[in-house]
Every structure is written in C-alpha cells, then in structure tokens.
C-alpha cells in the first residue's frame, strides 16, 4: 500500500510539474540571472575566516546593485552587473552564533557556552568554533543550538529576506544550507523556499546536526511541508567533493537505489549545481579522455584538502548515465536533475566575473595575501573559480514563477559570464526555426525546453535539438555548440559522446567529429583579449546522427566562449609577477550549461 501510495504522488506530482510546464510555454518566458548559494557572517565559517561584518543585509544590497562595504578591506565595492534573484544560504548548523554573541543575546549570553565564547571572540573576533573537541561541541550544540535560539536566527534570516524582496524587480528567497559531510565528504544541500514570511517562519531549518543522511533531509521537507504549507526545494552542491557519495548507486545504508528512493530524490531535488567557488562538478579528464574540454577548473580535494580519487560518483555527466542505467532496472531516475551555477562566496558578495573576483573567503581579498598566505590556507584563492550563475527561464521575477522554473529544470548553469542559451528538443524542428526572430515559438509550439522529457520517437524520426546562443556583451565571443548525449544500449551499458553542433569561424570537422582550436587573443603580459575570433550568437538545428528508438538517452548542450584571461592572470599582472607562479592556468574558455532533455523509449505507466 505505501508503494503505491509513493507512486500515486508521484504521478500526481509528475502532471502537476507538466501543467506547470504547459502554463509557463503559453506565456512568455524571461531570462533572470541569480545565485542561489551565498554565506553571510551568519555563517561560522564565513565569520571564521575574515567575514564579520557583511550580513544578510549587505548580501541582498550587493545583489541589487548598491555600493557596499567589502568586510575585510572595507573599502566601497560594487557588482558590476545586479542580480535578478538571490538566495543567502547560511549554514544552518549554529547559524548566527558569533554575530549574535557580539550582539549580546540574551539567550545565548543566558548559557555557559555563551558567555565563554563572548569572551573569546571579545579578545580575538575571528576566534573559529568550528574545531571543538567532540565533547566540547556536544555541549555547545546543547546550549547554543536549542529550539528558541533557533527560532530568532531563523525568523532575522526571513526577515531580511522580506525586506529585499520586490515582486517583478528583485526575488529575495529565504534559504539556508544543510552542511552534511560524512567523513568530510560532502553531500551539501541548499534548501529554499518561495512562501512568505509567515509561513517560513511556522518550521526552523533541518541541520545536519539532526541528520546527515538526505533520506532524512527528505522526509523532514515532506513532513514540514504538509504541516505548514511550505514550499521547499533543495539542491546538492559540490558533488566533485562527495567522495564518490553524492551520485552513488546504493543508497546512505548502501542498499541499491530502489524507484521510492528515486521519486522521493527527484521530489525534492530538481536541480544541482554543477559549477561554483570549488570547482566544475560536470565531468572529469581521466573519465572522459576524448573529451578536450573536460579539463576546466577541476578540484581534486576534499573539504580537508586531502586528495580524492577520481569517481563517478561525483561528476554530473556520469549521474546522468547512472540515471538511465537505475531507471532501467528500478523503474525511476534518481539523477534526473537540471544543471544551474552559484557562487558558494563566504564573503557575502556573489562576485564571479574573472576581472572581478572577490574570492571565496574575506581573508584572501588582497592580491600580496593571495601570493603568500600570511597562515595555511584550505581554499588558495587562485585555485578557486570565479564561478557559477544560474540562468532561469521564468514567467515573471518573482518568488512562484522563478520556483516554477526550478521544479520544471528550465534553468542552467555558467561559469560566470551571462551566455544566454535557449535548448528545445522535438521532432519537427527545421533548419528555418533557427534563424527565425524568436526561437522559442517554435520551440515551445514544437517541442519541449530544457529540463523536458521526449517519449517514443515517431518511425523513423530522431529527436532535434533547437539551440540558439548569444554572447554575453561584457565577456568573449562564442567559439562553439556542443551536444553532450548519454544513452543505455540494449546490453545495458552506458556510453557518452560528444558532438559539435556549430561554431564560429570556417573551420571543417574533421573525420573524427573534431574541431580545431578557435584560437586565443589574451595577451598574457597585460591580461587583455580581443573579439577577433568566435561569434556573437550560434544557432543551430542538431538532429541525433546516432539514434537507436529503443535505447534511453539524455542530450545536454555546453557552450563555450573564446578564450579570455582566468583571474589569477589579472592578480599576476597586478603583482608584476610571471603567471607561472599562481600556478593556475592564464587562461579560461568560459562556458554554459544546459539542463538534459530526457528521450525514454516509452511513457511511464
């Protein structure tokens, strides 16, 4: 009975998302940019490590444009581009704890633990509470971490939330972050919610502190969102840091992934986060070898800085086909995600513009500290990436219409530059469709967008892609279209293959399906480059050369920029140094993401 109870939701939540979907295709959609993964001083890590005055508040400013102040320099910074939407996403695990010490919390300063910390931050404000020993932090869980602290930290962060947000103009979402790391792998999730105040403020956010298992985090949403009319929606970041866990095939008690556990992960988790501060989760060289372009800005170490081995369980393109393989045999997909970006930034400035990269942490602004880190540092800033954003396809710029982008995987992801990709699949598409004025009539009239699902293909029909992209007019021209497909053959193996689907210039193709370099203007000497090469905008009609009607697949669309010089370029001009010595590359093809278009030989029953 409770299986087919699961089943039944379900389906039910299955014709939801569709009629959502078909409602948003009869209207206009929209392209807002956002990111949905920021850390305040609210964070303790954040306040740890040199953020102790850029709050909430300064987060949302930032995000809309208004000059604010950075937290260690305090000199005056601004983006050079607001934000549409923004979700702050402390940790939930003692969030607030140090700001609210400083203060003066009553029912902080009412414990032992809180009137000894007070002192201690008094004495040296960037004190770290994050190495206790185990039985120190029991105890300041117990004290610091009770339901009515809870409720007051919880209650600031909507709050501020609601002060920033304008309907049509600017979406303030209330969200935090569910920081699980078993074994310091990470299986991160940022949890945020379209509903008002008032309803935000009926739950407190589940911690990783209750559970570190996301069945529970999963059951937590289900069981909240039935008592308080909540709408919720979670998303994993840094898989290429889980240790392999993060897009496992067993699940947390290493059972193997049944459809329960895939329809309940695709309930709450619609989307991941396939490039942010910590590197690009997308795939992996020494997994991909005929893939040149799988070598972008990959990190290679665990939340410790301990090496980790190279898995597939950590890389989206490999879920993806994991998805097909346990959909096969299970009868749903746990990996049938859309892809988005975000910054992950603990200085509570979503910064990810190579020329202006604020860093993943406050203690590392200045270029010199960059060079030669005053103390060891976990994250070096010039391995980190001036990364990611999301891209929405929205009805509106507000709370429902942007949370309705999410649930339907009409989102993708950049590295940092405002590419903007429109990727419809269909069977009827004509090469006409792709120079029309508007390609999402005909995407939409003809087929389904990002993040849609295409069944039986017509006899002798394979499925098309409509792909149409322009260059973001601050950043690099196009250099190319590429079509990333994945697909179960009749044995049961997966296989990917990628195929370049258009580019700029005259270059040929060679017999292979290889395309030559688009070649590189960055002057390395002055960390400048010009628009000689590439093109403004790419649009193509691709139809699947290798299609087989029998066989499950996902088509995913990258797009990749010219090259233009990567932000420790601009720190080695600005030091007077050789580019050699960030050891990091001095250049970068920046690139999109879309999310996959699913092809199943058959409906679901």
Avoid: C
């Amino acid at each position: 009975m409770r299986r087919q109870m699961i089943w039944l939701r379900f389906l039910l939540v299955f014709m939801v998302a569709t009629m959502a979907a078909a409602r948003a295709h009869s209207q206009e959609t929209h392209l807002y940019w956002g990111d949905t993964h920021l850390h305040t001083s609210n964070s303790i890590d954040a306040f740890s490590t040199g953020n102790i005055s850029a709050d909430p508040d300064t987060a949302y400013r930032f995000a809309k444009g208004l000059p604010v102040l950075h937290p260690s320099l305090r000199t005056r910074v601004r983006i050079l581009r607001p934000l549409d939407f923004l979700v702050v996403s402390d940790h939930a695990e003692l969030m607030s704890l140090q700001t609210e010490l400083l203060k003066g919390n009553t029912l902080m300063l009412a414990t032992e633990w809180g009137k000894r910390l007070r002192a201690e931050l008094q004495t040296n404000v960037r004190r770290s509470v994050m190495n206790f020993k185990p039985e120190e932090r029991q105890e300041v869980i117990k004290q610091l971490f009770s339901i009515e602290i809870r409720q007051g930290t919880w209650a600031a962060q909507v709050d501020a939330a609601e002060r920033y947000n304008e309907p049509g103009k600017f979406t303030a979402f209330a969200g935090w972050e569910w920081s699980s790391a078993p074994n310091w792998k990470n299986l991160h999730r940022v949890i945020f919610t379209p509903s008002d105040a008032a309803t935000a403020k009926k739950f407190i956010p589940f911690s990783s502190y209750e559970s570190d298992k996301p069945e529970d985090l999963w059951k937590w949403l289900e069981k909240t969102e039935k008592e308080t009319g909540a709408e919720l929606i979670a998303i994993p970041h840094n898989s290429n840091l889980s240790g392999g866990l993060m897009f496992d095939m067993v699940d947390s008690a290493g059972r193997p992934i049944t459809a329960e556990y895939a329809r309940m992960r695709m309930r709450w988790e619609p989307v991941m986060e396939v490039t942010q501060v910590k590197g690009t989760s997308e795939v992996l060289p020494e997994l991909s070898p005929t893939d040149e372009f799988a070598d972008f800005e990959i990190r290679r170490k665990l939340l410790t800085g301990t090496p980790t081995p190279p898995n597939k369980g950590d890389y989206a393109r490999y879920a993806l086909l994991r998805g097909l393989e346990i959909e096969q045999s299970a009868g749903a997909n746990p990996y049938k995600f859309g892809m988005i970006g975000a910054s992950d930034s603990h200085t509570g400035l979503s910064s990810v513009e190579e020329n202006d990269f604020l860093g993943k942490l406050a203690m590392d602004a200045l270029p010199q500290e960059r060079l030669r880190p005053s103390s060891p540092v976990i994250f070096p800033a010039w391995e980190m990436s001036a990364s990611g954003i999301a891209g929405v396809w929205a009805t509106a710029n507000t709370r429902e219409a942007i949370a309705a982008a999410f649930k339907r995987k009409e989102v993708y992801a950049t590295t940092g530059p405002r590419i903007s990709l429109r990727v419809f699949g269909g069977y009827s598409f004509r090469t006409a469709d792709a120079n029309a004025k508007d390609v999402s009539k005909a995407g939409y009239s003809k087929g389904v967008p990002m993040g849609g699902d295409l069944w039986n293909a017509p006899k002798g029909t394979a499925p098309s892609l409509l792909i149409y992209a322009v260059k973001d007019p601050m950043s690099g021209n196009l250099d190319r279209i590429q079509v990333i497909k994945g697909w179960l053959d009749a044995s049961g193996q997966t296989h990917e293959h990628i195929y370049n689907a258009a580019w700029a210039g005259e270059r040929k193709l060679s017999g292979d399906g290889k395309l030559a370099a688009v070649g590189n203007t960055v002057d390395v000497r002055t960390a400048t480059y010009s628009n000689t090469i590439g093109a403004a905008q790419l649009a193509t009609v691709w139809t699947d050369p290798d299609f087989h009607p029998g066989q499950r697949a996902f088509y995913y669309v990258r797009v990749l920029e010219i090259p233009t010089p990567r932000h420790s370029a601009y720190d080695a001009v600005a030091l007077g140094i050789d580019v050699k010595e960030t050891h990091q590359p001095a250049t970068i093809q920046e690139r999109a993401y879309s999310s996959p278009i699913w092809y199943t030989p058959r409906a679901p029953k």
